[in-house]
């Protein structure tokens, strides 16, 4: 019944004396053999089988079967007998123990756990010993060290075993080994010492086969990503009388395009874009069902209001325009859902996805709800906003003034950061939880997370949508939609129709008719409440939508914690140490763990750090494969070597088993997952979630694992991949669709920015996380060398390949897969005059360098590049740098160029003038009027010692932004869209007692985008030089300062 106990009593007692002797031996084990008996018993042992590692190293293998429990009833003995003198001679060895299984836990647990686990038993370190069919695998028996000379010889071991109360034999064995001395400096004797890793269950190619499946899995997820539905034809609509039709918005967007740019206050945008749209409207009410009254209007609108993006400021507008459409509810309700795009653009950019794409997928949508059969419990508006792109100044217009504003309850916003893909739900409002049970329940491709919204409004990403105004002025609950793929095009002259995919309008089409269809049918829009309750939300795979409130996430969370809590501590106390000493030993795993972490991103971001020094930086913009043998290689590399490090430095002495030491490690994974999630619970993010998934399946794994604990090699390895490929397949989807905003975004981060050290980081920092299912498994391969070799190989070689040709190039002008250096050039003259009226002048080229490797990168192609001078001490002379910033970005933007060059063509410049001025004794009122014949930014700096304390704008109160010198500063953007008309305001200014001199600095930036004026020849020739792989976006301006 218990044959292999003997090997192991033997192993262990020749170990026990290694202390008290001088010379060490080792032992070979020439043979074992079963009893002559064996298949006489009722149960024999099979497949007996001692495979040779060398000579002092061996492995056995068999199976066996107990009939009964190693309980308190079962007692045992071993007797030895050495040969000689021509027979066996007994010599005293282990006598009888009335409980053997409590023996041997007390005195040999470090070899009896050990051996137990490897055959499979649940919990080796418990009694009884449950009985059932076991097979022991590849049992290592390593007899290096032993210092028993007089050991040397053959021997015969006998176990006898008992019952202990009728003290009937239950079974015995004989065992037949020969000792050889063997002197401990025999090479052979260091060679078995570097062979353990023969205990490992795995081979390096089983690991690197899971790696590689990992990145397959990756891959697959981007692929996935991409995949659209087909496109519907308008031959299609016969069949498809309800359905959005693709092509139909495509041809409209076309026309939009075909414009050309559109800014607000441009002829394009203010009278051919809003002609098209309203010609466009006109006709759909034509062929709409009768049974809807549909009505049209085109909003003219002037406003201001305070808006605290980028550095802050106030917003004013005069006459931008609306294109609005409503139909009305068949019920004469009073509520109202709008639907909102905005059909200008950026400056240079035809604006095919930002946001002309928007406008064709509202436009069809109109088309498609106008002909429905039945009507509308609620009115739907749809809103075709024109000045966007101004900050958001029509939909402010919109939601402050027009008639129909009031009846606005929830909303739905089309934006674009990118061309194409997939439209993201970025955000939702987390005071109505309905809004996104709607959504869940009515898209057929529902993709959005509130990871995305709490990223968004960490405002780590520089952006901001009409959302904001809707949600702040009009005190609406709504959706922000937004496609993220392709952003390299965002805000340039390469965002045309040709990188706009039918597949993705088809998508964005059908996901939004079918939610306006389900919320205009809800019962809560026309509740004036709010139900309060915030909301956590994400996609799993785009297939469907988790939603849930916040407190059934805090009680999931605390669910989640308690269990996993339980598990952990419960593998602590049933392992085969003291708890004290296994506490320790996971304290020590998860320390371990996390030093693998900061290493690994530490080594990530010297590599980043190498690159720079090396000038070869961003290769992965182009191209973001780089990123994998860059970062994630190195990071996966070096949390797998300090993991092989630590515990072979400080789990030496813990077991013998590596399966023993891998779940200490996963434990300590999965005590990590808690402790993220206890502090996501304190500060109550709606993105714990992120971190819920995979201490939820680590709980899961542990759990299976009490009913399989004796799983071991494939079906093991099989069970812990399919538990995590949830959650590693969720992570990755989720990091697919933050690099693909992250990338393209590093283009446009500015040049005071390293981004290659902050995709490095960001990247290795994902990996850490990504890999945790995977690198622990290094523990249980053998001959990691190898796999340390390889990845250490793939990284040098593709080092050389980046340093040595043309594939670290990081950018790309080729239409299928572009990745343009962006420019933002604004031929500029400078006037500025100080208290005494005199006049400096300074004429050139003002160059906001977006990327790390601008502007050198372009020198061998502009020669005027060589004359480049950053601008740093004009920042100390003049307010804003003494450059015409088009927003309030000088905290983001302050690394910018000068290159001095010729004073552009004469043009008109906006003017100020002091129409009034009231002196008391600490304060001081002026009322200023500007005349603005373009877009223009007005910047006031208060002399030390003075204060802006109010002014007509906004709410009264100036907003402050970033100091010079040590004043405040204040930033107003005016906007127009039909005529632009001067506006006056007042300004009240706390000074000390008795003050005189200036009081304030002011500069007027008077910004020429569009056409005519934009450009002269003499700079469109300048530009012209740019290469390829660059896009320019350029416009002329004067900027004009004084003291006052």
């Not at 409980?99 to 080796?124: D, Q, T």
């Not at 009226?837 to 004429?843: E, L, R």
Request: proline fraction near 5%.
């Amino acid at each position: 019944m218990l044959t292999t106990i003997i090997i192991l009593v033997t192993c262990v007692l020749i170990s026990s004396f290694a202390a008290f002797m001088k010379n060490k031996y080792v032992a070979e084990i020439e043979t074992i053999q079963t009893c002559p008996n064996n298949f006489q018993m009722e149960t024999p042992i099979t497949n007996l089988k001692l495979s040779r590692y060398n000579r002092t190293q061996k492995a056995l293998s068999y199976d066996f079967t107990y009939l009964r429990p190693l309980d308190e009833k079962v007692g045992g003995a071993v007797s030895a007998d050495r040969w000689g003198d021509g027979g066996w001679i007994n010599i005293p060895f282990l006598g009888f123990q009335p409980y053997i299984c409590r023996y041997m836990l007390r005195f040999l647990r470090s070899v009896w756990v050990p051996f137990y686990e490897n055959v499979g038993v649940a919990h080796p370190d418990r009694c009884p010993i449950p009985p059932g069919k076991y097979s022991l695998k590849n049992y290592s028996m390593d007899s290096t060290g032993i210092n028993i000379p007089f050991f040397s010889g053959r021997f015969r071991f006998t176990s006898t075993f008992q019952d202990v109360d009728t003290k009937e034999n239950i079974e015995s064995t004989l065992l037949r080994k020969r000792f050889k001395d063997i002197e401990a400096t025999h090479p052979l004797a260091e060679e078995t010492r570097d062979e353990k890793h023969q205990l490992k269950p795995f081979h390096p190619r089983h690991f690197l086969a899971l790696f590689c499946l990992c990145v397959l899995a990756f891959v697959v997820v981007i692929v996935v990503q991409k995949r659209l539905p087909k496109p519907l034809m308008v031959a299609d609509e016969r069949e498809n009388r309800d359905r959005f039709i693709s092509e139909r918005a495509y041809n409209f967007l076309k026309k939009l395009t075909k414009i050309g740019p559109r800014l607000a206050g441009s002829y394009e945008n203010e009278v051919v874009a809003v002609g098209l749209l309203t010609r466009e409207v006109k006709e759909i009410i034509k062929g709409s069902n009768k049974i809807h009254s549909i009505e049209l209007d085109v909003q003219r609108v002037s406003g201001d209001f305070d808006m605290d993006f980028l550095d802050g400021m106030a917003s004013v507008y005069r006459n931008v325009q609306n294109v609005v459409v409503r139909i009305a509810s068949g019920v004469k309700s009073r509520h109202s859902l709008l639907v909102n795009c905005h059909f200008d653009s950026a400056v240079d950019s035809p604006g095919a996805s930002d946001d002309g794409a928007g406008c064709a997928v509202t436009l069809e949508t109109l088309r498609v709800l106008s002909r429905s059969p039945k009507p509308f419990p609620h009115n739907i508006i749809f809103l075709f906003n024109g000045a966007e792109e101004n900050f958001m100044q029509a939909s402010h217009g919109f939601i402050t003034q027009h008639r129909w504003a009031k009846e606005v309850r929830a909303f739905v916003n089309l934006e674009a950061c990118g061309a194409g893909g997939r439209e993201l739900l970025f955000q939702g409002d987390p005071r109505n939880s309905w809004l996104l049970k709607t959504y869940s329940k009515a898209v057929a491709h529902p993709y959005g997370s509130s990871l995305s919204q709490e990223f968004f409004e960490s405002k780590l990403f520089v952006g901001d949508t009409d959302y904001r105004i809707f949600r702040d002025f009009g005190n609406a609950s709504g959706l922000d939609f937004a496609w993220t793929t392709n952003g390299y095009v965002y805000h340039t002259k390469l965002d045309t129709i040709e990188q706009v995919p039918m597949g993705s309008l088809q998508r964005t089409g059908d996901n939004i008719v079918g939610l306006v269809k389900a919320v205009i049918s809800r019962p809560e829009l026309g509740e004036d409440r709010s139900d309060g309750s915030k909301v956590v939300f994400f996609d799993m795979l785009g297939v469907f939508m988790v939603q849930y409130t916040m407190g059934v996430s805090d009680l999931v969370n605390l669910v989640t914690i308690a269990v996993s809590l339980f598990l952990v501590n419960k593998n602590v106390q049933t392992n085969h140490l003291t708890t004290k000493k296994c506490y320790k030993n996971l304290l020590s795993c998860t320390l371990g763990i996390a030093a693998s972490w900061i290493i690994s991103i530490t080594l990530v971001v010297l590599i980043a750090l190498w690159l720079t020094i090396l000038g070869k930086t961003m290769s992965w913009f182009a191209r973001p494969w780089w990123l994998f043998v860059l970062y994630v290689v190195p990071t996966v590399l070096a949390s797998m070597v300090v993991l092989h490090l630590h515990s072979k430095r400080y789990l030496k002495n813990f077991a013998t088993s590596p399966w023993t030491i891998f779940r200490l490690y996963r434990d300590a994974y999965h005590l990590i997952w808690t402790i993220m999630l206890i502090f996501g619970l304190l500060i109550r993010t709606r993105s714990s979630f992120i971190i819920l998934i995979w201490g939820f399946f680590a709980s899961v794994e542990n759990f299976l694992e009490t009913k399989f604990g004796n799983w071991k090699g494939p079906k093991w390895l099989f069970l812990h991949v399919a538990i995590n490929a949830l959650p590693f397949t969720h992570w990755s989807d989720m990091i697919v669709t933050l690099l693909n905003l992250l990338i393209p975004a590093a283009g446009r981060m500015g040049t005071g920015i390293n981004s290659e050290i902050v995709i490095a980081f960001t990247v290795s920092l994902l990996t850490v996380f990504l890999s945790g299912f995977v690198v622990p498994l290094i523990l249980l391969t053998h001959k990691v060398g190898k796999i340390f070799r390889l990845f250490v190989t793939i990284f040098c070689v593709f080092i050389a390949i980046l340093v040595f040709t043309p594939l670290g190039f990081p950018y790309s002008g080729e239409l299928t897969s572009l990745a343009p250096q962006r420019f933002m050039i604004v031929h500029t003259k400078r006037i500025f005059h100080d208290a005494t009226g005199a006049v400096v002048t300074k004429t050139g080229y003002w160059t906001l360098t977006l990327d790390m490797n601008s502007p050198h990168s372009v020198k061998k192609y502009v020669p005027e590049v060589a004359r480049v001078q950053p601008v740093d001490r004009d920042c100390i002379h003049y307010l804003y740098c003494g450059m015409p910033y088009f927003a309030p970005g000088l905290s983001i933007l302050w690394k910018t160029h000068w290159i001095p060059g010729p004073e552009p063509e004469p043009l008109p410049k906006s003017t100020f003038k002091i129409l009034k001025k009231e002196t008391t004794s600490d304060k001081i009122k002026f009322l200023v009027e500007i005349d603005a014949p373009t877009t223009t930014n007005i910047i006031i700096s208060p002399v030390l010692g003075a204060e802006l304390t109010r002014w007509t704008l906004g709410s009264g109160k100036p907003l402050q932004g970033p100091l010079w010198n040590g004043r405040n500063t204040h930033f107003i953007f005016y906007g127009y869209g039909l005529k632009p008309t001067p506006f006056k305001f007042t300004m009240d200014f706390q000074v000390p007692s008795g003050h005189s001199g200036s009081i304030m600095d002011l500069a007027l930036c008077s910004q020429f985008m569009s056409q005519p004026r934009k450009t002269s020849k003499r700079f469109r020739d300048f530009i012209a030089q740019f290469p390829s792989w660059t896009t320019v976006a350029s416009w002329t301006a004067i900027y004009e300062s004084w003291t006052i």
